[in-house]
C-alpha cells in the first residue's frame, strides 16, 4: 500500500513542478497570470474504521488554481498599448473565418491591421460600446458591442466658391520691363519669369471632392501716380494649376482683375468679388466657379509686400492622423483637416469567479460554468479597474517566489522517490526471506 502512496507523491511533486515550470517559461508575457497547485490528501475509511488508527492513502491533485493578481507596468509610446489598473479583462472577438469566439485577455497590446481594426496580435478584434457624437454610449450588452475601427477619412468635401485676400502692394514697386503700355504686343506675363510681375501669392482652395488646389495670382505692377493723377493699377494673372482663369464673360478672351488704388493708397475698385468663369479641376465633371474678393483690407503703402488675411470657404476630408484612448475608456481619432471623432468606449468585463475561466492561450481567457457570464462595464466605475494608456501590464509571475517553490517541490519528490525506493526495499527483504 506505501507503494501507491508514495507514487501518487511523485506524480503530485511532479504536477507542481509542471506548474511552476510553466510559470517561469512565461515570466515576460504580457498579461499572463501564474497558477498555483493546491493538493488534497486521501482518506480511505468506513463507519467501522477506527479514527485513531486510520492511515492516508497518498495524496491527489485538488486544483491548479490561477492566480489574478496584479502584475507590473511597463511603458510604451504606442497609444494602442492599454493597460488595466485594477479588475476586469478587455474583450477580443475571433472572425467568422478564425472561428475564434468571444475571449477575455489582460494584454491591452492591440495593433491596427490591413482593414483598419484594432486587434491583438492573434488578429481577435478589440471590442468596444458604439457611441454618439458626443462620446456618449448608445448601446450596452455583450450583443451591442462592436469591433473597433479606424475611419480613414472624416468630414463631407465642399468646393471653394469663394477667396478672400488681404495684402499690401509696395507703393514702391517699379513697373516691370515691358510692361508700361499693357496693349503692346511686345509684352509678354510668363508665370515662369519673374521679371514680368512684381510679386505672387499662393491659396490652397477645394475641388468638389475635397482636392487641394493651388490658386495662384501674380501682381504686375501697371501704373504710378502721376501729377494729373494720384492713382496707380496693379493687373493680377490668376490660375489654378496651369488653367488661367478669366475674370470676363468671353471664353475666347481671358480678362485680367484690376486693382486701382487713391492717393491714399485705398483700394477704389473693384469694391465687389470678382467672378471668374467657371474652370475644369483635374478629374472633376463639371466646372468650378469661385469669386475671388480683395476689398477686405488690401492697401497699397510704402511698406514691403505683405500678406495679412486669407480666408476660402471650401474643406477638404480629413485624413485620420491619430488615435487616443482616455482613462474611461473613450477611443478618440483626429484627422487632418482639424475633426475628432469618437470611435467607442472600451468595455471591460469581470466574472464572479475568475479562477473558474478557461485558459485558451495567447493570454486570453473563456467563460465556463464555474466562472460565472460575464458582467459587462465602463473602465472606472461599478468596481472596474482603470485604464492607463500607454502602458502594457507585465505578467504577475515572481521568480524568486517560483524558484523557492521549485525547490520546495524537488525535495518533495525526491522525499517521495525515497518512500518508494525503501518500500521496494521491505518488499524485496519479504521475498527473501520467504525463499
Known amino acids: 500500500m506505501s507503494f501507491f502512496t508514495s507514487l501518487s507523491g511523485l506524480q503530485a511533486a511532479q504536477t507542481d513542478m509542471s506548474t511552476i515550470s510553466h510559470n517561469l517559461a512565461n515570466v515576460q508575457t504580457n498579461g499572463f497570470k501564474k497558477s498555483q497547485t493546491q493538493f488534497a490528501d486521501v482518506i480511505a475509511s468506513t463507519a467501522n474504521s477506527n479514527p485513531t488508527q486510520m492511515v492516508g492513502s497518498g495524496v491527489v491533485v485538488k486544483a491548479v488554481r490561477q492566480q489574478f493578481g496584479q502584475g507590473g507596468f511597463t511603458q510604451s509610446s504606442s497609444a494602442l498599448d492599454v493597460a488595466i489598473s485594477g479588475d476586469g479583462f478587455f474583450i477580443v472577438k475571433g472572425d467568422e473565418k478564425s472561428g475564434n469566439g468571444v475571449a477575455f485577455t489582460r494584454n491591452g497590446s492591440f495593433q491596427v491591421n490591413a482593414d483598419r481594426y484594432v486587434t491583438d496580435a492573434q488578429g481577435n478584434k478589440l471590442q468596444v460600446y458604439p457611441v454618439d457624437g458626443s462620446g456618449a454610449v448608445v448601446a450596452t450588452g455583450l450583443s451591442s458591442t462592436v469591433s473597433l475601427r479606424l475611419p480613414q477619412t472624416s468630414g463631407t468635401p465642399e468646393e471653394t466658391e469663394n477667396v478672400k485676400l488681404g495684402l499690401n502692394l509696395n507703393a514702391g514697386s517699379p513697373i516691370p520691363a515691358d510692361a508700361a503700355r499693357f496693349d503692346d504686343e511686345e509684352y509678354q506675363f510668363d508665370r515662369f519669369d519673374p521679371g514680368t510681375y512684381n510679386q505672387s501669392v499662393q491659396t490652397t482652395i477645394y475641388d468638389a471632392n475635397g482636392n487641394a488646389l493651388t490658386l495662384t495670382n501674380y501682381f504686375v505692377r501697371e501704373t ?55 474652370f475644369l479641376a483635374p478629374g472633376a465633371t463639371s466646372e468650378q466657379v469661385v469669386k475671388l474678393d480683395f476689398s477686405s483690407g ?44 469618437a470611435l467607442g468606449k472600451v468595455v471591460l468585463a469581470s466574472f464572479a469567479n475568475n ?69 521496494s526495499q521491505m518488499s524485496q527483504t519479504i521475498f527473501n526471506i520467504r525463499s
Do not use: C, H
Open 224 to 278: 504710378k501716380p502721376t501729377n494729373d493723377d494720384a492713382s496707380s493699377t496693379w493687373r493680377v494673372y490668376s490660375f489654378v494649376g496651369d488653367q488661367q482663369l478669366n475674370a470676363g464673360s468671353d471664353p475666347d478672351t481671358i480678362q485680367q482683375i484690376e486693382l486701382t488704388f487713391d492717393g491714399t493708397g485705398k483700394l477704389s475698385s473693384p469694391a465687389a468679388p470678382v467672378t471668374f468663369m467657371g
Open 355 to 423: 479562477g473558474g475561466l478557461r485558459q485558451l492561450g495567447n493570454s486570453t481567457w473563456a467563460a465556463t460554468g464555474f466562472s460565472g457570464d460575464a458582467r459587462l462595464g465602463e473602465p472606472g466605475t461599478n468596481g472596474f479597474g482603470g485604464l492607463m494608456s500607454g502602458a502594457i501590464e507585465r505578467s504577475n509571475v515572481d521568480i524568486t517566489e517560483e524558484l523557492v517553490a521549485l525547490i520546495a517541490a524537488q525535495r518533495n519528490f525526491q522525499a517521495n522517490a525515497k518512500a518508494l525506493d525503501t518500500a
Open 298 to 341: 488690401t492697401t497699397q503703402v510704402s511698406s514691403p509686400f505683405s500678406l495679412n488675411a486669407t480666408s476660402q470657404d471650401g474643406s477638404p476630408v480629413g485624413q485620420i492622423e491619430g488615435v487616443t484612448i482616455a482613462d474611461d475608456g473613450t477611443v478618440n481619432a483626429s484627422f487632418s483637416n482639424g475633426d475628432t471623432q
